[in-house]
């Protein structure tokens, strides 16, 4: 296991957190039945709250990065990450921004004049079941649903997303529990959840901190 310095634990995550945010509440449109389905049961709460672990793998160099902390997703404000190891950091992500806050420093980047902030931004459009934004920026491969488990495998469409994924394979319950995303070069990133839950719904004064520094 190796630590990671600051601004490449940061970039990899932003990897990461755009396929995490399947888990972000919000109105169902799509048309595919299967994805209804599944994206009903995902935004049936305003606030969801878990655990994660994250195994970056890369194949250059032979070694694998892990991430953990806690992700708090809610419907009105965005996505807070709290990384807590290898380093200790904030990443908050809404439309408008996205901040990396440290107890020593704070950067941020305005969605508009960045790749990777549309990136992000579009992933939390994602969720709103907008079959156009879902098409034009994904194939979807299969779409599976039970009421013991669902699961997506999607591929990417767009330049954009086709220069970060090869794949993307969702599953879970009633929650999003793993994510895989292949990556290029033979890269690839295994994201777990643990101890979801939409409790507290009401956002800590810290949290709603966090979120002003991204308005």
């Known amino acids: 296991m190796t630590s990671l310095n600051l601004p490449r634990a940061v970039w990899l995550f932003l990897a990461s957190l755009l396929c995490l945010t399947f888990m972000l509440p919000q109105p169902v449109h799509a048309q595919n039945p299967q994805l209804r389905q599944i994206f009903g049961q995902?935004?049936?709460?305003?606030?969801v709250r878990a655990n994660f672990d994250q195994q970056k793998k890369l194949a250059s160099m032979n070694k694998t990065f892990v991430s953990?902390?806690?992700?708090?997703?809610?419907?009105?404000?965005?996505?807070?990450?709290?990384?807590?190891?290898?380093?200790?950091?904030?990443?908050?992500?809404?439309?408008?921004?996205?901040?990396?806050?440290?107890q020593?420093?704070?950067?941020?980047?305005?969605?508009?004049?960045s790749p990777y902030g549309s990136v992000a931004t579009m992933f939390l459009q994602l969720m709103s079941g907008n079959e156009t934004a879902l098409a034009?920026?994904?194939?979807?491969?299969?779409?599976?649903?039970?009421?013991?488990?669902w699961n997506v495998i999607l591929t990417p469409k767009s330049s954009l997303f086709k220069k970060l994924f090869?794949?993307?394979?969702?599953?879970?319950?009633?929650?999003?529990?793993?994510?895989?995303?292949?990556?290029?070069?033979?890269?690839?990133?295994?994201?777990?959840?643990?101890?979801q839950t939409t409790q507290p719904q009401t956002l800590t004064a810290e949290e709603n901190a966090l979120f002003q520094l991204a308005k």
């Open 42 to 47: 995902l935004s049936a709460t305003p606030t």
């Open 104 to 113: 020593r420093t704070h950067s941020q980047i305005e969605i508009d004049k």
């Open 136 to 149: 034009k920026n994904f194939n979807i491969v299969s779409a599976s649903y039970t009421p013991a488990q």
């Open 68 to 102: 953990k902390g806690t992700v708090l997703f809610s419907k009105s404000q965005g996505v807070i990450w709290k990384i807590q190891t290898p380093v200790k950091a904030d990443l908050i992500v809404t439309p408008r921004k996205l901040v990396q806050k440290t």
């Open 166 to 195: 090869v794949r993307v394979d969702a599953q879970g319950q009633r929650y999003v529990d793993r994510i895989v995303l292949q990556e290029k070069a033979n890269n690839s990133t295994t994201i777990r959840f643990s101890q």
